[in-house]
């Protein structure tokens, strides 16, 4: 297994625009977890899929935010009418719902909005 | 929101030298993890420690979950200069209902030549 991969590594977008990230977790972990990680701060957790149920989101999740999982694997991360204050890493990290607390991290995705 | 604390925020060590930093909090954890993130990269998971008390290895890497369960520490022997990046602690809270990680700020290791 090549581990949890994301896509696009890098974007750049202007304000008020949309962006949609996507997210393939390691194939046997049925958890799948999003993460907002600005300069010189620990990644903050968004929000969580067991399967495809959303069970958990973070307050930091505002609602031009949203998440899908719809078939249990992949996940995409959709930002609508993108701020400056969107500009950040976003993490994805899967894991084993027996585990749960090992989560493995993909390699992100920068966001820039000018 | 809850926080851990996590410190040095810098370390400037020579190559070879031990390295421990470590991490606190007011809020009792679950489980206490250790990250190593490099520049545009996500962090690794290096050590997961699941009990009070314990202490464990890998490689030259040892952690130990605090008694109190508030607080752990991550001690690296001899340091190799991959061991550069960024190290993070990270914590799942006690009492359940938040299964997101709550991570510290991280403490930037720098090996000196």
């Known amino acids: 297994d090549t581990g949890v991969s994301q896509d696009p590594r890098h974007k750049i977008t202007k304000r008020g625009q949309n962006v949609t990230f996507r997210c393939d977790p390691i194939s046997e972990h049925n958890r799948l977890y999003w993460y907002r990680q600005t300069l010189g701060q620990g990644p903050e957790f968004l929000t969580y899929?067991?399967?495809?149920?959303?069970?958990?989101k973070s307050r930091l999740l505002s609602d031009r935010f949203s998440a899908e999982r719809p078939k249990g694997s992949f996940s995409t991360l959709e930002i609508q009418r993108t701020e400056q204050g969107d500009s950040a890493m976003y993490l994805c990290a899967s894991s084993f719902s027996g585990t749960a607390n090992e989560q493995y991290f993909g390699p992100g995705t920068r966001l820039t909005v000018t | 929101g809850q926080q851990l604390n996590q410190s040095p925020q810098s370390m400037f060590i020579q190559e070879g030298e031990d390295v421990s930093m470590n991490c606190t909090s007011s809020?009792?954890?679950?489980?206490w993890l250790w990250y190593k993130q490099d520049p545009g990269e996500g962090p690794v998971l290096l050590i997961a420690?699941?009990?009070?008390?314990e202490l464990t290895s890998n490689g030259r890497l040892t952690a130990q979950f605090g008694i109190t369960r508030k607080d752990s520490f991550l001690n690296i022997s001899a340091s190799i200069p991959s061991d550069v990046g960024i190290y993070f602690c990270?914590?799942?809270?006690?009492?359940?209902?938040?299964?997101?990680?709550?991570f510290g700020k991280g403490t930037h290791l720098i090996i000196q030549p």
């Open positions: 809020s009792i954890f679950n489980t």
């Open positions: 420690l699941y009990k009070a008390g």
């Open positions: 990270a914590g799942q809270l006690s009492g359940g209902g938040a299964d997101g990680l709550t």
């Open positions: 899929f067991q399967n495809e149920a959303q069970l958990e």
